[in-house]
């Protein structure tokens, strides 16, 4: 069965970090590349990061994450982490984990995880 489960989203203060982790099952991740978005109820998916696995490379898409947020993954354990830090109001949202053949914005991805809630308020 496939599956691509997201978990540690949560609520912090401005300034707090948390770590968004999606772990698969029942397919290979070094096979895809990773992508995280986002989305505000009432708005457009945001594309947040990427990451290709021949070289590791991780691309930032939202200006507004870079320098704060840093995508991973770690193949062993078939898991691909968002670190976010220095969390600000506006990071709040749905934070989604997927992967697909290639990393685009508007695209479409072969996995999704399931969704994670991030809630930044003082």
């Known amino acids: 069965q496939v599956q691509f489960v997201e978990s540690g989203g949560g609520s912090v203060q401005p300034g707090g970090s948390l770590r968004l982790s999606c772990t698969a099952s029942g397919f290979t991740l070094r096979h895809f590349v990773i992508a995280w978005f986002r989305r505000v109820p009432g708005t457009q998916r945001e594309g947040v990061a990427c990451?290709?696995?021949?070289?590791?490379?991780?691309?930032y898409w939202a200006d507004s994450v870079k320098g704060r947020f840093v995508a991973a993954i770690d193949y062993s354990h078939s898991t691909a982490f968002l670190q976010m830090n220095d969390l600000k109001p506006e990071d709040t949202a749905v934070y989604y984990c997927?992967?697909?053949?290639?990393?685009?914005?508007?695209?479409?991805?072969?996995?999704w995880g399931q969704g994670a809630q991030v809630t930044v308020s003082p």
């Open positions: 997927a992967a697909g053949d290639g990393c685009t914005r508007s695209g479409t991805y072969d996995y």
């Open positions: 990451i290709i696995d021949r070289n590791e490379t991780v691309t």
